[in-house]
């Protein structure tokens, strides 16, 4: 059985591998503004709670056009919606730029800006997925979401360095600048693809009379609703992240356990990152395998585990604010967080797999919308949980319990859905 990441959608398809190019690169650009505009908004305001406020700018409009921005993706040819939205994203990347040059200095017109970037986001995201299964081969899915999430996570881990980086070396117009021009390249990707219009089974355009805006949107969450093993890819997830996602308590562990402050903190999301990007790497025996329920449980189930082994091992060093930092404990947490990102990164890919496997084409646009809604809001109310767990028995319990719960909690569901246990790839029954 092969080891390594299995890189044969990129040698089959050319317009996949000029997208898994395009996307990469640009996905970049992207993270490094994440950076950058939270550094301008603290150097205007000196204020980590305005900082803070970006988060909600981007959220909201994220999850409130998510739903309509896949019906939008099922109702138009894909590479037009995203070549769209791509180019409104770069028209907002050239503004942030602009702005910079010109030292505008306003930090509301940086939170408009994000929040329409969010909302083009909230486009674009559906229709770039939808577009990846009508450009390989079925059973090349799972090596195909391997190579897309890869290449996310390096863009997660190299993306925020590299901003910061430049805003230290060259300030924010040039590190804006830079983003604008690594984005041609997802523009060039899209343009460069066949026309995609949605298909029903029978290889026909689907009837979209009748069923425009909202009522869309309510089809494809009835479609959702009656279709188990689909269904059950987005209710694992929140089970995860709800109960288990681990961040929100880096910061605290920086100060009260581990020492090092926010360096602390920076290596144990970057052991989390790296982590789902040795998954990847290492991916090449997983992709083959049909019973893709049984991955994704079990991949939860030990991301679940890995939180749990984290949190014992704050318990284990204690509350008592240390001066130097404890490199023994850091390092053997460091190692669980990239257990749990590995386990994170294989059930998203085996979740895509299943999305889009078992989704007839012309629904994927708007499932895809869902899949945004959740990837987008459960992490956050994760944070809610687990900081609020925190507060009344310390983050190191917090997460001994957060990792315990979502195990017992998974185990529960699936044992009412059996089925998706037995989901074979072969055959994918929604």
Do not use: K
Not at 103 to 118: E, G, I, K, N, R
Not at 138 to 167: C, D, F, Q, S, Y
Not at 297 to 306: C, E, K, Q, V
């Amino acid at each position: 059985m092969a080891l390594l990441l299995d890189l044969t959608p990129l040698r089959a398809s050319p317009p996949f591998r000029r997208l898994v190019i395009g996307l990469g690169v640009s996905n970049l650009g992207s993270q490094l503004t994440v950076v950058a505009v939270g550094l301008q908004v603290y150097a205007i305001t000196g204020s980590t709670l305005s900082v803070g406020v970006l988060g909600i700018c981007a959220l909201v409009p994220l999850v409130l056009l998510g739903l309509y921005g896949g019906a939008l993706v099922d109702a138009h040819d894909r590479r037009r919606v995203a070549l769209a939205s791509s180019l409104g994203l770069w028209v907002v990347t050239m503004a942030l730029a602009l702005q910079a040059w010109l030292h505008v200095d306003s930090v509301l017109l940086l939170y408009a800006l994000v929040a329409v970037q969010s909302a083009g986001f909230a486009i674009n995201n559906p229709a770039r997925t939808s577009i990846i299964p009508r450009l390989v081969e079925p059973r090349l899915l799972p090596a195909a979401n391997v190579l897309t999430t890869i290449e996310t996570n390096v863009a997660l881990t190299v993306g925020p360095l590299l901003g910061a980086v430049l805003v230290a070396v060259w300030d924010f117009g040039p590190a804006y600048t830079v983003d604008a021009v690594l984005f041609t390249f997802a523009l060039w990707a899209l343009w460069r693809l066949p026309d995609l219009p949605p298909l029903t089974a029978d290889g026909t355009a689907p009837d979209r009379s009748g069923r425009r805006g909202l009522a869309s949107i309510v089809e494809g969450l009835h479609y959702l609703a009656t279709r188990p093993n689909v269904r059950m890819t987005f209710v694992v997830d929140l089970i995860a992240m709800v109960f288990a996602m681990p961040r929100v308590l880096f910061p605290a562990v920086g100060v009260l356990f581990l020492g090092g402050g926010a360096t602390t903190t920076g290596l144990l999301s970057a052991a989390y990152a790296v982590g789902a990007v040795l998954a990847g790497v290492f991916s090449g025996g997983l992709v083959a395998l049909r019973r893709q329920g049984q991955v994704i449980t079990g991949a939860i189930l030990a991301f679940g585990a890995s939180v749990a082994a984290f949190g014992a091992v704050l318990v284990v060093v204690g509350r008592h604010q240390p001066g130097p930092v404890l490199v023994g404990a850091l390092v053997v947490a460091m190692v669980f967080l990239a257990l749990a990102g590995g386990s994170d990164s294989v059930s998203s890919v085996f979740r895509q797999t299943i999305l889009q496997s078992a989704t007839p084409d012309h629904m994927r646009g708007r499932l895809q919308g869902v899949f945004i809604v959740v990837v987008a809001g459960g992490p956050r109310l994760g944070d809610l949980v687990l900081g609020a767990e925190s507060s009344w028995v310390g983050e190191g319990w917090a997460a001994v319990l957060g990792g315990l719960t979502c195990m017992v909690v998974l185990a529960l569901v699936v044992s009412r859905e059996r089925n998706f246990l037995r989901y074979d790839a072969l055959h994918p029954t929604p």
